[in-house]
């Protein structure tokens, strides 16, 4: 019974960790959406080296460097 407690602890502080990579890869992202947006590189150009849509590019534009507001 302690082994398995165990590998649910594991795999929690697993999940953890790779969210807190996804969220800092989130943000490397959007960083470097903003400053190719800032030297002139159009939202269409970036949507097909991204995987995001335009849209989504505007999106990140709007929200700036401290991402969308969540409130805080």
Do not use: C, H, W, Y
């Not at 082994?3 to 649910?8: A, G, P, R, S, T």
């Not at 947006?37 to 534009?61: F, K």
Request: no cysteine.
């Amino acid at each position: 019974m302690d082994e398995l407690i165990e590998k649910v602890a594991v795999a929690a502080a697993d999940k953890e960790s790779a969210q807190f990579q996804l969220d800092n890869t989130a943000a490397d992202l959007r960083d470097m959406v903003l400053a190719a947006l800032a030297s002139g590189v159009t939202a269409e150009e970036l949507a097909g080296a991204s995987g995001l849509t335009p849209q989504e590019i505007r999106r990140i534009r709007v929200d700036g460097p401290a991402g969308p507001d969540r409130g805080v």
